[in-house]
């Protein structure tokens, strides 16, 4: 069956919004918007299966939210709203968790690194995670996903999720006349120089939120100081730049430094290091500094600007969540029909 191609990425509002999550999601959130009808998720049902403060949640989800439309994404033409607004997710997530089995769950590395070795105190959310993911994709019958790297793992299986609710009810799903599946098996977009931006302190560490060190990585709201003085004290080795990209191979750091270089000035390593081939790291951090000042300055003064008006932003949730409840509850009343649920 052929679906309509539809977008859906979500960004969990958990904080310290950083370079990782722009270069590896946002942007390429923006740069989808010409292609595809989108929506784009604040995916605080998400964010609650590790403690978050309920005096810190609503300023985290305008400042995702602030971060969409500052980087670009434009909530006339497609969809910004946060999840819990739309409870069709978690209504899904529950069919999902009776379809998805407990072994394709228990490989989910990030529940383990998540969870660490206190895995008995986790919340049984932080488990069930991927299983919303799925439900959050799948209720807009969403085609393409997307993510960073480190979320190919959970995509895999809201693909294994959709194929086998095709398969258990593909009797039903025919009955209805949703012909040989219901949901389609969407496709990760995993794309560009960044997909996976490292720690500045540590080149194997993903850059992260939840890091301790703020100078590990590069806030979206950082200003031009922070953000000089955070890639002046970034980690590197003592060789200068290669010249070919196979040079960066066992270098994390100069490779992490190259990569963010490429997806920030839209171009590739080695195009990168046809520039900056054999310069000093000193030269080569001062050329950095000034690319992402000017790309990320902006952005964060917008992301500033925005946040003077929560109301303004709280409208935009709104009118978004409403647009996407419509799809969201199409979506459903189908599932419904189709699993056997009796429904007036
Ligand atoms: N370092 C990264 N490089 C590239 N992409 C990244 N993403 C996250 N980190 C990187 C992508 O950003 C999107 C939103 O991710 P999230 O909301 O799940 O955020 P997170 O930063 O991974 O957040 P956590 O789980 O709150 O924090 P940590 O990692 O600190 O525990 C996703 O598309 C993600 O791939």
Not at 7 to 14: D, N
Not at 50 to 69: C, G, K, N, S, Y
Not at 198 to 225: Q, W
Request: proline share 5%; net charge neutral.
């Amino acid at each position: 069956m052929a679906f309509q191609e539809r977008v859906f990425s979500g960004v969990q509002p958990t904080g310290n919004l950083h370079l990782g999550n722009y270069l590896g999601a946002i942007k390429r959130f923006v740069e989808l918007q010409d292609r595809y009808d989108c929506l784009y998720c604040v995916v605080d049902l998400h964010a609650i299966t590790v403690w978050q403060d309920p005096a810190e949640l609503p300023r985290a989800t305008r400042e995702v939210t602030a971060a969409f439309i500052a980087c670009g994404i434009d909530p006339t033409k497609h969809i910004i709203f946060n999840q819990s607004q739309v409870a069709e997710h978690a209504e899904l997530a529950w069919v999902f968790n009776c379809v998805a089995r407990l072994g394709w769950l228990n490989r989910m590395t990030q529940f383990k690194e998540k969870a660490g070795k206190d895995r008995e105190n986790a919340s049984v959310g932080l488990y069930a995670y991927p299983t919303l993911m799925a439900a959050d994709i799948l209720i807009y019958r969403a085609t393409h996903v997307p993510v960073g790297e480190d979320q190919k793992q959970h995509l895999e299986l809201s693909r294994d999720i959709a194929q086998k609710f095709n398969n258990d009810f593909r009797h039903a799903i025919r009955e209805h006349g949703y012909g040989d599946g219901f949901f389609p098996l969407p496709e990760p977009l995993i794309t560009g120089e960044a997909t996976r931006v490292m720690s500045l302190r540590d080149g194997t560490r993903k850059m992260s939120k939840s890091e301790p060190s703020d100078y590990s990585r590069i806030n979206l709201t950082d200003d031009a100081d922070a953000i000089a003085q955070k890639i002046r004290k970034a980690k590197t080795d003592p060789e200068p730049l290669p010249s070919e990209e196979a040079g960066l191979k066992l270098r994390p750091e100069a490779d992490n430094l190259v990569g963010i270089y490429a997806a920030l000035a839209d171009t590739t390593r080695a195009g990168v290091l046809g520039q900056f081939g054999n310069a000093q790291f000193s030269t080569f951090k001062s050329a950095l500094v000034d690319l992402s000042v000017a790309k990320l300055g902006p952005i964060g003064a917008e992301m500033k600007r925005l946040l003077r008006d929560p109301v303004g932003i709280d409208s935009i949730l709104a009118e978004g969540s409403a647009r996407a409840q419509k799809l969201a509850g199409e979506t459903m009343k189908a599932v419904k029909d189709i699993v056997g649920f009796v429904r007036s």
